[in-house]
């Protein structure tokens, strides 16, 4: 069952290239993983919803101030990241990063291992998402990934060559980073983190007691009235 489409596939082969293999849930299968996929993959959504919102209904108007001074606001990896950078204050167990190989914002360069992931969507394959867990210093981590790729031919205006570039954003970001990017071409990847598993078992049982809470508040008001 594809939870986020609601669709049940009945042939074992529909012939789709975009498929993501997944194994059953077996009486011994740690379905901490699992949960953690389907909340990373409504960050990952939302923000692709935020990337789509900033590119079709704010750059447009913000052209006129970007031809005087740079706005980071028109830019959809901004937009996204800042977003979700709001919802993590109320979420501090996710954490979520555009991470690209030749950014112009130095804060999107792509960590070692989020290189990693990047460089495994550039080699031909056809995956379209990367999961799985990574030990580090804080503890066991839980990620889900997807590439980025350039097919907005507008992106060039800014990552082509420098030469092309308007002089705000050079102003801003100067010279070095951010340029070469081709049509079609994967230069990074949506990135979204959860920390130790505990965290996720955490925010299970509190949403549980909330619920717990509620149905006693409403118990009590129904034998109140009674």
Not at 59 to 88: C, D, G, H, N, R
Not at 173 to 188: C, K, P, R
Request: contains cysteine; hydrophobic residues 35%.
């Amino acid at each position: 069952v594809d939870v986020a489409q609601e669709i049940i596939v009945r042939d074992e082969d529909c012939g789709t290239t975009r498929g993501i293999w997944v194994e059953g849930l077996g009486p011994n299968t740690d379905t901490r993983l699992l949960d953690t996929r389907l909340h990373a993959r409504f960050l990952l959504e939302k923000a692709l919803a935020v990337r789509s919102y900033t590119s079709t209904q704010v750059a447009p108007l913000l052209e006129t101030q970007m031809k005087y001074a740079f706005l980071p606001q028109s830019v959809p990896a901004f937009s996204a990241t800042e977003v979700i950078a709001k919802i993590q204050k109320n979420h501090p167990e996710y954490s979520y990063k555009e991470a690209t190989l030749n950014p112009t914002n130095p804060r999107d360069r792509a960590a070692d291992w989020e290189a990693d992931l990047v460089n495994r969507f550039r080699g031909g394959t056809d995956k379209t998402e990367l999961s799985g867990a990574r030990d580090t210093p804080l503890g066991r981590m839980l990620y889900i990934a997807r590439p980025l790729k350039i097919t907005n031919p507008a992106c060039l205006q800014c990552h082509s060559t420098i030469e092309a570039a308007p002089k705000p954003l050079l102003d801003q970001y100067g010279t070095a980073n951010g340029f070469g990017w081709d049509l079609n071409e994967v230069i990074g990847a949506q990135v979204s983190v959860e920390g130790d598993a505990s965290i996720a078992l955490h925010r299970r049982d509190r949403i549980f007691e909330q619920v717990r809470s509620d149905l006693r508040d409403d118990l009590a008001v129904h034998l109140d009235q009674a």
